[in-house]
Structure formats: C-alpha cells, structure tokens
C-alpha cells in the first residue's frame, strides 16, 4: 500500500514541483503508516539521494528507448508498471502541463479514481480539497475507488526535508507505448519557468506597446521572478503566448503577483486568483483588479515603475 509519485525533472535538474509532490506524498503516507516511491524517468545525472531527503523512501529511476522525451503514453506505461510492482494503492502528481497529461492516462491504467486541482491533504475520510469553478471556489472530494491519484496544485504545498536514506533501484523498461512521437524540441531558455515561479511580474494592455517591456522584465530581474501577460497582450503579439496566464492561459499561483496595467478581467482574475499575495498598479481606480488585490498602486505605470525598480534596486544592493 504505498504511494506512487511522479517526479518531473528538466534534463536532470528535478523541478520544484516534483520536490512538493514528494512532501505531499510523504505526509500522505505518514498519515496511511506506508512509504513512497519516487518514480523519475530517464532521470540523466539527476541527484537521487536527494529525492529521499526529500520524502522519498525508494527511488526506481526508469530508462527505455523510448523514454528521452516525455510523451503521456509512454510515461504513464512507466508509472503503472512500477505502481503495480509496488503494490501502490495511492499516487501522487503534480499539476504541470506534463503531470495533467499523465494522470488521467495512468487513473486509467490502476483502475484508480482521480482528483485534480488538490490544495491540501486528504482527512481522516479521505476526503481532499480541491479548486472549482476556476479557482474562484472551493470543493471537498471523496473518491470510492480503492485506488487513488492525488494531482496536486503546483506551489500549494511547502518542500520539506525528511532527511530519510532512499533505497536506489535502477530499472529499464524497453520500448513502452506510445500513440505519439517527439520529433523536435524547442525549449526557452535562461528564463524563470512560469508555472513554477514563486514570484511573477505581469503586464497587460496599459504598458502601450511591447517597446515599453524592457521595464517589467528589468523589475522581474532584480527581483528574480518571471514574467507574464494577460490574453490581449499576448493576442496582439507584443508577448509570447507562453506568458499568457488567466482562465484561456496559464494557472498560476506565486507567492506574489505584480499586475502592471492589467484592468483585471474576471478571465485573468481565473488564472492568478490563487496567488498568495497580489498587487496591481493601475492607473484607473476603478479597475476591478483593484477589488481583487492585496496591495494597489493607482497610478501611471510609466511613472510608477522606474520608481519601483530603483527602491528594487536600493534594496538588492543592501
């Protein structure tokens, strides 16, 4: 009866998201008197031991022909395979782009009921927290099925350091099925990854042009957060569709929020309401963004930033 978990990494660098899943599992077991498995797949020169530091009381790192890129078939075969060997009843993912694609696949393949969206651990019932209606509200679900899957939300849970001695088990699974194949791979580069950030500095509309950008990726710099935009800035090309957060976009949820010209619709609100602190600078005072914010700034953004980004900069420096 233990508890499975996906531990997503970037070319051996195990990401942040793959650490609070490991946290999240090993309080679900603590709590259930089982252990965890980490499953990391074509793991390269990832830190293994780390992953017991991290929560894991085995680690069973997968490599195959047909496991250098991530594809949800293959990945999930993986998984089920190892979660049937374990003798897995619960398992863990996180809710990335890759952890959404595997774990409906692999709540097939364990006959196991799914919860996406958790915030929090599972109660004495078994019953979990979840998000709905875009963020906007709350849910408590109780799955029947014997087996279950936990897909949690990223930045929801805190890493932790259970100091625990992993047992290491090197396994080869060959030629695992997929309906679909990578052929190429273009992948940004020397930025903040969005969905993982702790911090997030965003723009929309009221920055004029993408010419004026150089401001909020300066702030986002010395703040070291990454940058985002709302669908219309995104729309007209100024930005990447990648930084596009809200309810058509990216869900989020930094520990802190800066929206920069933002009015604050209800369809970007649905992509960043989980943020645990959010401030807006706007210069309309009545931006329903405002309703929505922690701290606001009414004011012209070009007149507030540079203000912000030299206090930034004077407090770095100290």
Same mark, same amino acid.
């Given at each position: 009866m233990s508890v499975l978990v996906f531990v997503e990494h970037d070319n051996g660098i195990v990401k942040k998201s793959g650490y609070e899943a490991l946290?999240?599992?090993?309080?679900?077991?603590?709590?259930?008197?089982?252990?965890?498995?980490?499953?990391i797949i074509n793991p390269k020169n990832a830190d293994l031991n780390a992953l017991g530091n991290s929560g894991a009381n085995k680690v069973v790192a997968v490599n195959g022909s047909n496991l250098d890129h991530f /594809? *949800?078939?293959?990945y999930s075969h993986v998984l089920n395979t190892v979660a049937h060997e374990d003798g897995a009843t619960f398992a863990v993912v996180s809710g990335t782009y890759n952890g959404k694609a595997v774990a409906p696949r692999l709540a097939v393949k364990m006959g196991a009921g799914l919860v996406?969206?958790?915030?929090?651990? *599972?109660?004495?019932?078994?019953?979990?927290?979840?998000?709905?209606f875009s963020n906007k509200a709350f849910a408590k679900v109780k799955l029947r099925s014997d087996k279950k899957i936990f897909c949690i939300v990223p930045n929801s849970y805190e890493v932790k350091n259970f100091g625990i001695q992993a047992e290491i088990v090197q396994?080869?699974?060959?030629?695992?099925?997929? *309906?679909?194949?990578? /052929?190429?791979?273009?992948k940004t580069t020397g930025k903040i990854v969005l969905t993982e950030a702790e911090l997030v500095v965003s723009g929309?509309?009221?920055?004029?042009?993408?010419?004026?950008?150089?401001?909020?990726?300066e702030l986002a710099d010395i703040l070291g957060a990454a940058t985002a935009c709302s669908k219309p800035v995104s729309d007209m090309d100024w930005r990447p569709h990648s930084e596009h957060v809200g309810? /058509?976009?990216i869900t989020i949820k930094p520990n802190l929020y800066i929206a920069i010209g933002i009015s604050g619709a209800i369809q970007h609100l649905a992509g960043v309401s989980s943020s645990?602190?959010?401030?807006?600078?706007?210069?309309?005072?009545e931006a *329903?963004?405002?309703?929505?914010?922690d701290y606001g700034i009414v004011g012209d953004a070009f007149e507030v930033l540079p203000k912000l980004i030299a206090k930034a900069k004077s407090l770095k420096s100290a």
């Open positions: 946290a999240y599992a090993q309080d679900l077991a603590t709590a259930n008197n089982t252990t965890v498995t980490a499953v /594809t *949800p078939g293959s996406s969206g958790v915030v929090g651990l *599972p109660e004495s019932d078994l019953s979990v927290k979840k998000t709905a396994k080869s699974i060959e030629d695992a099925p997929s *309906p679909s194949k990578v /052929t190429n791979v273009n929309g509309r009221g920055m004029k042009g993408p010419e004026n950008w150089g401001m909020i990726e309810q /058509t976009g645990k602190v959010i401030c807006v600078i706007n210069k309309d005072p *329903p963004f405002f309703k929505a914010a």
